[in-house]
């Protein structure tokens, strides 16, 4: 199975600042024949299901707000928020999508400071 | 509007069983890939298994806990996704969701119902 591990487990932002979240996974999801990512990122807010974010690593789903934005590639990845505002607080988790069984990474708390 | 509604949780006994079912609403449900994934009180996500469409095979893949253990399938002419679950253990309680996957698109779960809650509990 691909392990999908992300960074920090919690972090707080003051509003407006950048948070960064990290996610690594223990075997590339870049498929070499298509050059593609197969790796998502999703955001939970309290008592709601995930949302889908970001698919392909940085392909932002409609009606995102396009201070989120992914990056990387391989098997190191990052999603990044440009600047925080109070909505943006949920658990957010990366997700590959290369191989089964689907994993996920286990979450990233974000607070505001 | 996409729409994807599960119900069917509830308290069951360990070693029992429970079925769980999703409707879907605002997308082609015949094309679509379907999965089950769950989320223990206060902890991550984990997938449980996924039901490709009848034209790509309507073949199962299942999680390794599971296997052997829950079932899922699909009736296209209710839109209804189904997750039949047995020989239930104390670590199976969790919520419940049911998302859908539209492979042009590519794997990813691209919508999510509101989950229903299965606790296993003596």
């Known amino acids: 199975d691909i392990v999908m591990t992300q960074s920090p487990d919690s972090l707080a932002v003051s509003l407006g600042e950048r948070a960064t979240i990290n996610c690594k996974s223990s075997q590339s999801v870049l498929y070499s024949s298509n050059n593609q990512n197969y790796l998502a990122w999703y955001q939970q807010k309290s008592g709601q299901p995930p949302k889908l974010l970001i698919s392909?690593?940085?392909t932002r789903e409609s009606g995102v707000p396009d201070r989120f934005s992914g990056s990387g590639s391989a098997t190191d990845f990052t999603l990044t928020i440009s600047s925080l505002q109070a909505e943006d607080v949920a658990v957010y988790y990366c997700q590959q999508y290369y191989t089964l069984p689907l994993t996920f990474g286990g979450g990233t708390k974000v607070e505001i400071k | 509007e996409v729409q994807l509604v599960e119900s069917g949780g509830g308290l069951v006994k360990p070693g029992g069983s429970l079925r769980l079912s999703c409707v879907a609403s605002?997308?082609?449900?015949?094309?679509?890939?379907m999965s089950w994934v769950r989320q223990a009180p206060g902890k991550g996500l984990e997938w449980v298994g996924r039901?490709?469409?009848?034209?790509?095979?309507?073949?199962?893949d299942y999680a390794a806990p599971v296997k052997g253990r829950f079932t899922i399938s699909r009736d296209d002419s209710k839109n209804t996704l189904y997750l039949e679950m047995n020989a239930l253990k104390t670590e199976d309680t969790a919520v419940y969701y049911c998302?859908?996957?539209?492979?042009?698109?590519?794997?990813?779960?691209?919508?999510w119902g509101q989950g229903t809650l299965v606790t296993v509990s003596s």
């Open positions: 039901l490709k469409s009848k034209t790509a095979g309507g073949t199962t």
């Open positions: 392909w690593a940085s």
């Open positions: 605002g997308f082609s449900f015949t094309n679509a890939w």
């Open positions: 998302a859908n996957t539209d492979p042009p698109r590519g794997y990813q779960l691209l919508n």
